[in-house]
C-alpha cells in the first residue's frame, strides 16, 4: 500500500513474493511498471480489490495520510485472507518532527489509539518495534505493528 516508485516491491520480488502495489500517483505507476512490476492507482481507503484476495498487506507511512484510519483498516481487513498477516508502520506523535503538524498527515495517532483501533478492526497485534532515530530536527520514533487478521470486519 503506497507503494512509491518501488523498494519494498523490489525487496518481494527478490524473497519470491508475488506482490501488488498501489499508490495515487501517476508517476510511481509509471516506474513500477518500467520494473515490470504490478501497480495500480487506487486510494487505500477505497480498495478495488474482492475480497479475502491478500495474504499479507505491506502498509510502511500510509494510514497517517488516511482522513478515516478506522475505514482504512477495515479496507485491509476486508481485502485480507483470515489469518493473514499485515505490517503498519506510522510516525509517532509529539517527537521533534511534530508529524502531526505535516500538512498531509491527518491521523498521527498515540501508541494506545493505535492499537485499540486495529484490534477494533479485526487485527490482533503479535509484536510491535519502535525505533527511535535521531534526525537533523532532533529525536523522532516510528512504530511498526506485526498484526494478524483474527475476524472479518468488512
Same mark, same amino acid.
Request: proline letters at 5%; hydrophobic letters at 35%.
Given at each position: 500500500?503506497?507503494?512509491?516508485?518501488?523498494?519494498?516491491?523490489?525487496?518481494?520480488?527478490?524473497?519470491?513474493?508475488?506482490?501488488?502495489?498501489?499508490?495515487?500517483?501517476?508517476?510511481?505507476?509509471?516506474?513500477?511498471?518500467?520494473?515490470?512490476?504490478?501497480?495500480?492507482?487506487?486510494?487505500?481507503?477505497? &480498495? @478495488?480489490? !474482492?475480497?479475502?484476495?491478500?495474504?499479507?498487506?505491506?502498509?510502511?507511512?500510509?494510514?497517517?495520510? +488516511?482522513?478515516?484510519? *478506522?475505514?482504512?483498516?477495515?479496507?485491509?481487513?476486508?481485502?485480507?485472507?483470515?489469518?493473514?498477516?499485515?505490517? &503498519? @508502520?506510522? !510516525?509517532?506523535?509529539?517527537?521533534?518532527?511534530?508529524?502531526?503538524?505535516?500538512?498531509?498527515?491527518? +491521523?498521527?495517532?498515540? *501508541?494506545?489509539?493505535?492499537?485499540?483501533?486495529?484490534?477494533?478492526?479485526?487485527?490482533?497485534?503479535?509484536?510491535?518495534?519502535?525505533?527511535?532515530?535521531?534526525?537533523?530536527?532532533?529525536?523522532?520514533?516510528?512504530?511498526?505493528?506485526?498484526?494478524?487478521?483474527?475476524?472479518?470486519?468488512?
Amino acid at each position: 500500500v503506497g507503494c512509491g516508485q518501488g523498494p519494498a516491491l523490489d525487496v518481494m520480488r527478490q524473497r519470491g513474493y508475488r506482490a501488488t502495489g498501489i499508490t495515487l500517483s501517476d508517476e510511481d505507476v509509471r516506474a513500477c511498471r518500467a520494473k515490470d512490476h504490478h501497480v495500480l492507482k487506487m486510494d487505500q481507503s477505497f &480498495l @478495488e480489490f !474482492p475480497d479475502v484476495s491478500f495474504d499479507l498487506i505491506w502498509a510502511r507511512h500510509v494510514v497517517e495520510h +488516511s482522513i478515516f484510519p *478506522y475505514f482504512t483498516l477495515t479496507e485491509f481487513n476486508r481485502v485480507l485472507q483470515r489469518n493473514g498477516y499485515m505490517y &503498519l @508502520e506510522v !510516525p509517532a506523535p509529539e517527537t521533534s518532527c511534530r508529524h502531526e503538524t505535516n500538512s498531509n498527515h491527518y +491521523s498521527v495517532l498515540g *501508541y494506545g489509539p493505535w492499537t485499540a483501533l486495529l484490534e477494533r478492526c479485526g487485527f490482533k497485534v503479535l509484536e510491535d518495534v519502535k525505533s527511535s532515530f535521531t534526525t537533523p530536527m532532533g529525536p523522532d520514533e516510528y512504530w511498526g505493528f506485526i498484526c494478524v487478521k483474527e475476524q472479518d470486519k468488512c
